[in-house]
């Protein structure tokens, strides 16, 4: 794995509770050594058959920032981080891909059964309930992200609002595939809002 360039790095429960929606950057740039990294330990997220759809387009191209800004409503912070990364499923080209995937300790002689399993699993699902089933393991990804940025000290800020086609159109995506979120990553030039969520007792049942 590709070595942070940044200094002290964080613990996982310290990224958590820095972590804040920032929407102003400063100039620092992003390092591709860093950016790596931040991709690399996202993909280290958990999927169901390990199948992985999740993908990433990281953006530093300004012109490209800024139509994927036009595409965003006009959020600022998709122009202005160093760099954007568009995070989105596409299920379809991973079971295309199984072989990929399947675990090299796995014999040789189950290893066409097991791809076999995970296909039949999905033999009476429509590409859309596909691609919807690998959207929401793209979004444990999604998560995993904005925590490994704050590790490295980059902040981040995860968007919902922009016009799926026009981004898909932007960056050549298939039709097929599902947006999981837009993501500006930088450093900060703002705190953002301190966390402000429910205590555990509002969310959570307890059976002893």
């Not at 620092?28 to 992985?52: F, H």
């Amino acid at each position: 794995m590709t070595q942070p360039a940044v200094n002290n790095v964080l613990s996982v429960a310290d990224a958590i509770t820095s972590r804040r929606s920032v929407r102003k950057y400063t100039n620092d740039q992003v390092s591709q050594a860093d950016l790596k990294t931040i991709l690399e330990l996202t993909g280290k997220a958990p999927s169901a058959w390990n199948i992985q759809p999740w993908r990433f387009v990281a953006v530093r191209n300004q012109e490209v920032k800024d139509k994927l800004q036009a595409a965003a409503y006009g959020q600022g912070q998709v122009g202005s981080a160093p760099v954007v990364i568009a995070v989105y499923s596409d299920t379809t080209d991973a079971l295309a891909n199984l072989a990929d995937v399947i675990h090299p300790g796995v014999p040789a002689e189950q290893r066409q059964g097991a791809i076999d399993g995970v296909l039949g699993a999905f033999a009476h699902r429509s590409q859309e309930e596909k691609e919807a089933w690998g959207l929401g393991q793209t979004n444990i990804a999604l998560g995993y992200l904005s925590l490994v940025a704050r590790s490295l000290g980059y902040d981040t800020s995860l968007m919902l609002g922009f016009d799926p086609a026009q981004v898909k159109e932007i960056l050549g995506l298939p039709a097929h595939v599902q947006l999981a979120g837009l993501v500006s990553l930088g450093v900060a030039a703002e705190e953002g809002y301190p966390h402000h969520r429910h205590e555990v007792e509002k969310i959570t049942q307890f059976i002893d």
